[in-house]
């Protein structure tokens, strides 16, 4: 366990003890110390993390929409890419992801309702030859490290699918601590009318001569950042 690992454990420990005795040796205790929103989305956060990394996924941080951009165009310089698809917002603004990207020099898709179904079959194939897709997710489940996603029109679910390499948002606040926590949140009425994915780290399969092979049915990389509007 790391030491920010660590520090989040005590922090935990301390937020939830009861009958801390007093400093002064006195009978009694001292009053419970009442956990707050703050840090219980801290820890949601950290739980998320170590277990997307235990499945293979790299954590980018808990950062600020401007430290998410920043980062995003780090992991496609890294890559090389030279192209990327962008998938519209729920909370965060695509927009200024995508502007940061063409002037790293990289080409960006930007995904938007498409009726015609030549125009989707096209949009598919431009996907299956990006380089990244960076999406934003609607929930991450911190008990599995799973990112939550609906599909719709502006927002495909080819889009994590197709692309190599996946960048994906979580909303600090959508972290949630378990499956049924994230299902209730997004309701049976959607789940009943969209395409719902849970993504839990890069795509594998050990159907080949029975190895493990990244990236057959789905991204072979997948880079989360966690983002906290209240720090930018």
Request: aromatic share 2%.
């Amino acid at each position: 366990m790391g030491d920010f690992h660590k520090l989040i454990a005590n922090v935990r420990e301390a937020l939830e003890r009861h009958d801390v005795p007093a400093h002064n040796g006195a009978a009694g205790s001292a009053a419970t110390v009442p956990r707050t929103e703050a840090a219980r989305r801290v820890e949601l956060a950290s739980q998320f993390a170590r277990e997307l990394q235990a499945l293979g996924g790299h954590f980018l941080g808990t950062l600020s929409p401007r430290e998410t951009i920043a980062r995003i165009v780090e992991v496609a310089l890294a890559l090389k890419a030279h192209t990327a698809a962008v998938g519209a917002g729920i909370i965060n603004d695509s927009a200024p992801i995508a502007a940061a990207l063409e002037r790293a020099g990289i080409s960006v898709i930007r995904t938007t309702a498409i009726a015609d179904d030549q125009a989707r079959a096209e949009l598919r194939g431009n996907l299956a030859r990006c380089d990244l897709a960076v999406i934003e997710a609607d929930y991450g489940i911190a008990a599995t490290g799973t990112l939550a996603m609906v599909a719709t029109p502006e927002r495909p679910g080819s889009l994590t699918l197709l692309p190599p390499v996946n960048v994906m948002l979580v909303n600090v606040e959508r972290i949630l601590p378990d499956l049924a926590a994230a299902l209730a949140a997004i309701g049976a009425a959607t789940i009943a009318s969209h395409r719902v994915a849970l993504v839990s780290g890069p795509s594998r399969t050990a159907d080949i001569e029975k190895r493990i092979v990244l990236g057959v049915h789905g991204p072979r990389e997948i880079h989360v950042a966690a983002v906290w509007h209240g720090n930018d």
